[in-house]
Structures are given as C-alpha cells and as structure tokens.
C-alpha cells in the first residue's frame, strides 16, 4: 500500500544549503530523518498517523530529495547543525528525535551536541559504531563511482535490494519497488557527499550512557545489515533503551511494517511515556 501525505514545504538556507522540510500537523514535535539512498518519502505513512497528535518534522538532509547539494563531504555534525537551525527557524527548542540508519547516525550526532534539545530518541535499524576500514572503503570507492558515471544507479542496485528481508523481496514488490523509485530521486553528487561523510564518523558509544532520555531502539528481524546481535548491544548501552523487534521486516521496516512501525513510535510519544 503507498502512503501519500500532502504536507506544508518549507525551504530553509543554512550553511550553502537549502533544506527542504515537510510539516504535518500541531503539537509536541516529532522530527522523522531518513536514511540512505533515500529521502523523506519513506516516513508518509508514520507521518500521516502521527501528525494527528503531534507536529511532525521531515527533512530532506542536504544532497538527499529536495533538498541541493552543495560540496561534501558531508559530516554527521554538519546534517545535525542543519537540523538545529531548522528547529530554530521553526521557534522548537526541544523535540522527539528519530533516526533511520543514517538518520540514526545524524540523530545520535545531533544529541552530543545538543543534548537538552532532545525529549526522546529512537533509533531504526541504525548503530552506534563507525565503519570498518572495509566498509568506510566501500562508501568512498561508491561515491567515487557515482562521480564518475555522472548516474545514481550504482547506489540503488548496491543498497536497496540489501535493505529488505528476504520474505520482502519476495512477497512486497510494491515496497521495493517503491525505495527504488526514491533512491532514484537522489543526485549522484549528493549521494557521494554523503557517502563520504558517513564514512568519516565516529563511533557514539562513548555517549549512549550519558543519554538519559526515554530511548527506543527499532530493529528487523530480517535486517542484512544491522543484526538483531547487534540493536541488543545497542539497546544495552542506553540506561533507559527499550528494544523491539519488527518480525517480517529487514532494515526498512517504515516500508515492511508500516502500522507496526508507526504504533511503536506513538507508544513512544504517548503521554506518560517518560
């Protein structure tokens, strides 16, 4: 089933670029951040249902969308400094903050640098630790293709079919298909600044025990690339985490799980919670 959302689009300029961000809805703020190659698209139906209780925030992170593509690479600081000036412009000092894959990576950036702003957490199928030599190698020889066929393909046949549980690409062709469609929206300028910054981070365990927040660790238990091992040691290194784990899903459960995903994140949300 595809979700569509029609949603007030704002333009924000901060640090030579301009950000697109989607908004739905009123109260407490709830800010959605997509991971990689992809863009906000993949949070409409979490955003449809919860923009019914709360004021939900969904950025294209620069180079990803709608959003332009300025010189890279880009650096988990940098994606949350964009995030805090646009939680600036729109007057929100503090925010439930949630992160998938990549977005976990700027979520988790976001909260060292600006802790106090950060009401909740919630981590999708994302991880604490840095890139392997291997894998940073990976990224950067990636972008690197990118550059040089001028074409974002190398990106979608290299991610999106390792982003989905086997039963996935089996049985929910219309969710594949549908990530394949929005990874295609990306430049492939902008995929390889982010590719590069990803490689280039740091590892976030050193502050997951000071982070004292109500925290919600999301894992899949089909996920080919964050497995369910390691959500537990993740989970773990938080005083409050709670962990659960989407059965039918790999590392996108917002397109697998849509209804169970969107019901974990409300429980999150919900008054009392914390």
């Given at each position: ?102 977005g976990g990576f700027v979520a988790l950036a976001f909260a060292r640098m600006y802790t106090e702003r950060v009401a909740r957490l919630a981590l999708v199928c994302s991880r604490l630790g840095a890139d392997s030599p291997e894998i940073a190698g990976f990224r950067n020889d990636l972008a690197d293709r990118l ?128």
């Amino acid at each position: 089933m595809l979700y569509s959302i029609t949603s007030a689009v704002t333009s924000f300029y901060v640090d030579g670029a301009e950000l697109d961000v989607a908004t739905d809805g009123n109260g407490d703020a709830i800010v959605l951040i997509h991971g990689f190659p992809l863009t906000r698209e993949i949070w409409n139906a979490q955003a449809s249902q919860l923009a019914k209780t709360h004021r939900v925030i969904r950025p294209d992170l620069r180079g990803m969308g709608r959003s332009s593509a300025p010189d890279g690479p880009y650096l988990m600081e940098t994606l949350a400094g964009d995030l805090a000036a646009i939680l600036d412009a729109m007057a929100i000092d503090c925010a439930t903050i949630v992160g998938h894959s990549l977005g976990g990576f700027v979520a988790l950036a976001f909260a060292r640098m600006y802790t106090e702003r950060v009401a909740r957490l919630a981590l999708v199928c994302s991880r604490l630790g840095a890139d392997s030599p291997e894998i940073a190698g990976f990224r950067n020889d990636l972008a690197d293709r990118l550059e040089r066929e001028n074409s974002i393909e190398p990106a979608v046949e290299s991610y999106i079919p390792r982003l989905f549980s086997d039963e996935s690409l089996k049985k929910n062709s219309e969710a594949v298909e549908r990530a394949r469609g929005i990874a295609r929206t990306i430049s492939p300028r902008g995929a390889a600044a982010m590719l590069r910054g990803m490689a280039q981070r740091t590892e976030s365990y050193d502050i997951a025990a000071d982070l004292a927040m109500p925290v919600l660790i999301v894992a899949g238990a089909g996920d080919k690339v964050v497995a369910q091992t390691e959500a537990a040691e993740i989970s773990a290194a938080f005083p409050g985490a709670r962990l659960t784990v989407m059965k039918k899903s790999g590392h996108l459960p917002m397109l697998e799980e849509p209804e169970a995903l969107t019901a974990e994140l409300a429980a999150l949300v919900s008054p009392g919670s914390g």
